[in-house]
């Protein structure tokens, strides 16, 4: 008899608990990108836990971090970007060095020589229960008339009205606006518009809503976000900007630790300990490039050894 029923990949709807965690079954929900060993959060779901399923808190011996652009801690319920740090990290990415450095710095909180932690570039936020909460992703973050704007928040707010089941968000950059995708809610257009306005700021309200009986979605079972473009008869690429790191790009500089792995960390932080700057400090471009022109030279010893012996 089935008695565990463990999910990964991309979040599962919340409507998928009530079934499977019934008659004693256990219920798992595990996050994990392939830079960090695959599973690094899990959570065991349950049919009350709300429309938007938690991804846990980390497994043994691993942490989880929320932090802004300038790599900073932040609050419960503030969305962020999720950083994690243990002994699953990957060393990086083969032959890929600026790529490694980019995600893979400095754990300034870790209390560890030498730690590293991988940003993954997953907008999430820890919830009042103290588990954490997929969001989205932060490569769909929008700036839109000054405001810095995350679709997958709003949609989280959609979620929360009495009866939504799915949500999607995008910006039509020809329409200068927001279009939302609903399905299900027992509110119409004006008293969902009212729901969101006691949880988001006005710039972040959709100013058209759509009403569809399901989300496309693609074979890989995520929501298919060029045919809900396509759904409103326009084929324009979205106007999407990366807001990982600061318009305003500061310095940074090269740093090293004693395994011979290479970050890179902003030139006005303390560096955290058993780390070591490399070089002068730079922009985030130049400082990219150095490392990747260097790759030669900075390659670990025991891949250079290996080298040598071929």
Sequence with gaps: MLRLVSTGGDAPPAAL??????????????????????????AECREELGSRLPIGLPIANHRAYIIDSAGDLLPDGVPGELAVSGPGLARGYLHRPAATAERFQPDPFAGR??????????????????????????DRQLKIRGNRVEPAEIESALLEAPGVRQAAVEYLAHQGQLVGWVVGGESDDAELREFLSLRLPPYMIPGKLNRLPGLPMTAAGKVDRCALRVSLGSEEEFDMADGTHPVNDPEFVVVRNDEDQYSIWAADRPLPAGWTAVGEPADRAACLEYIDKAWTDLRPRSVRALDGAR
């Design 17 to 42: 608990v009530g079934p499977w965690a019934a008659g004693g079954r256990r219920f798992i929900n595990g996050y994990g990108p392939t830079e960090t060993t695959v599973a690094v959060v899990v």
């Design 113 to 138: 020589v030498g730690e590293r932690m991988y940003r993954t570039g997953d907008l999430v936020r820890w919830r009042h229960d103290g588990q954490l909460e997929f969001l989205g992703r932060l």
